[in-house]
């Protein structure tokens, strides 16, 4: 099992920055992957950027050069750096930890909005 609580998001303007954050708390072989998907109203979720423990890193198309992920292994965390904000990236994002085993089951935070309008 893993806990994970999401802070950050809210609102901001086209051209903005947000930094969301994650802290994980549980069975450190489910934090293998750590990282943040997004959910656009009538849109599926999508992976955003993902980090493995030992740092590699994977980014959806449309947020590399704008989006930095990083981890904190000793404290469980995980962190999105989000620059050059556009509507587009409106979404909820949600945090996620995951095994490297096969078919390993993700785990979720609650969701948290962020909102990118003038």
């Known amino acids: 099992q893993v806990q994970l609580v999401e802070s950050g998001g809210g609102l901001v303007q086209p051209g903005g920055s947000l930094r969301l954050s994650c802290a994980a708390s549980g069975n450190i072989f489910s934090m293998y992957f750590m990282g943040w998907y997004r959910q656009a109203p009538g849109k599926q979720r999508e992976l955003v950027a993902r980090i493995t423990s030992s740092g590699t890193t994977t980014y959806l198309d449309s947020v590399k050069g704008r989006f930095t992920i990083s981890r904190d292994n000793a404290k469980n965390t995980v962190d999105l750096q989000m620059a050059n904000l556009t509507p587009e990236d409106t979404a909820v994002y949600y945090c996620?930890?995951?095994?490297?085993?096969?078919?390993?089951?993700?785990?979720w935070g609650q969701g948290t909005q962020v909102t990118v309008s003038s």
């Open positions: 996620y930890s995951q095994a490297l085993t096969s078919g390993a089951h993700p785990y």
